[in-house]
């Protein structure tokens, strides 16, 4: 029954062991795996001394968004990216607000497969000129991902992302931007402490990460969640900030955004949702480091959704959630300053955006 199944695929990054055990290459987490049984995460199993995923394009959720939803706001600004995930992840954090997904193991007797052809497919037929692999940890689907990202870009001038932890070993991350995934929405979650406590993981690998995927000409942008008591002190803001400045360059969108209680925050005492104060404090703290462009999430409507320009703080880009337009007091020609020239049409400083800009009203919609 399983070699039916196509979501149970062998693995590409193992080593076998003495005994029919392997060694998973994934994650960071390095399963060795006994036969018969499965990884941390649940989705890699050990049958008969080799190592197989169960969830080669078993997607359980699928929709087209705006990719300023991810969030990458300086990357092929106002396009669709066709979004899917799967199930399962490597770390362990209490907040999770995709617990639906990301705390549910795969089964295999209800796998809904998806090819990478289909997948193609379906993004052209939704106008979407982009993936995004996302929902849970998607280096969970590293296979998956490859093939989906080598067909995305045979099919034309497409796009390819990640919305991810980036606890992905060095040589998955290599073969990720080998199979041209264009821009990872990063989350970096904390301090060594916080890391280690709440996600079971060492921030040390998710810095190299960053600055290897950087290194390797991928764009990066990201995003921490702001948690009341976790990780919203001074001290974890303020070096957050100062390497993200140090590692990625102060060009590097950071994206700070406001918490909701999900999955086991209560038992963590979390009950209120992260004042604005302290999501303004952490936009000074990102300033006073550095960096050219913050912004606050999940405060609909806030002056600090929009790009400004770093230069002369003339407004250059005014966001509704993932709504964007840009504003600017002479309307002529604007759209084509700043999102083609990619330049303020004040004082004509270069603005970092990635990509090409696509000109259309959007929406989120599920497929
Ligand atoms: S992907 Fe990570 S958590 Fe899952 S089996 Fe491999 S090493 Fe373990
Ligand atoms: S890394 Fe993301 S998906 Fe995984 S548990 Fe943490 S918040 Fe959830």
Redesign the pocket.
């Given at each position: 029954m399983l070699s039916k199944n196509p979501c149970i695929h062998e693995a590409i990054l193992y080593e076998e062991l003495p005994n029919k055990k392997v060694r998973?290459g994934?994650?960071e987490?390095?399963?060795v795996?006994l036969k018969g049984e499965r990884?941390?995460?649940k989705?890699?199993e050990n049958i008969d001394g080799k190592l197989f995923t169960l969830i080669y394009g078993d997607i359980s959720s699928i929709s087209a968004n705006p990719i300023e939803k991810k969030p990458l706001f300086h990357f092929w600004p106002r396009s669709y990216a066709l979004t899917i995930g799967s199930w399962s992840c490597?770390f362990t954090c209490p907040w999770c607000q995709n617990c639906g997904i990301s705390k549910t193991a795969p089964n295999i007797r209800k796998s809904r497969y998806m090819s990478p052809e289909a997948f193609e497919k379906t993004m052209k037929a939704n106008e979407c000129v982009g993936s995004s692999i996302s929902f849970n940890e998607p280096?969970?689907l590293l296979e998956y991902s490859l093939d989906v990202f080598d067909i995305v870009k045979e099919a034309g001038p497409y796009y390819n992302t990640y919305v991810t932890n980036m606890y992905m070993t060095e040589e998955a991350l290599k073969l990720l931007i080998e199979h041209k995934c264009d821009a990872f929405a990063a989350n970096m979650k904390g301090d060594a402490e916080v890391v280690k406590k709440y996600c079971g993981a060492d921030v040390e690998l998710v810095w190299r990460n960053l600055k290897l995927a950087k290194e390797m000409g991928a764009h990066v942008e990201v995003i921490t969640l702001v948690i009341p008591t976790i990780n919203d002190n001074e001290q974890i803001l303020t070096e957050i900030a100062t390497r993200i400045h140090e590692v990625l360059g102060k060009d590097t969108p950071w994206h700070c955004t406001r918490f909701h209680q999900a999955y086991k925050s209560r038992d963590l005492g979390l009950k209120e949702k992260t004042p604005i104060s302290t999501l303004e404090k952490a936009y000074e703290i990102g300033k006073d480091a550095g960096l050219e462009y913050i912004y606050l999430g999940n405060v609909p409507g806030h002056e600090y959704e929009n790009t400004y320009c770093p230069s002369c703080n003339e407004l250059l880009i005014k966001r509704f959630i993932f709504d964007s337009q840009v504003f600017f007091k002479a309307k002529k020609r604007i759209d084509d300053v700043i999102y083609f020239e990619k330049r303020c049409p004040s004082c004509g400083k270069s603005i970092a955006i990635q990509g090409e800009c696509i000109l259309k009203e959007k929406t989120s919609f599920r497929l």
């Open positions: 998973c994934v994650c987490r390095t399963c795996i990884g941390f995460c989705t890699r490597n280096t969970l």
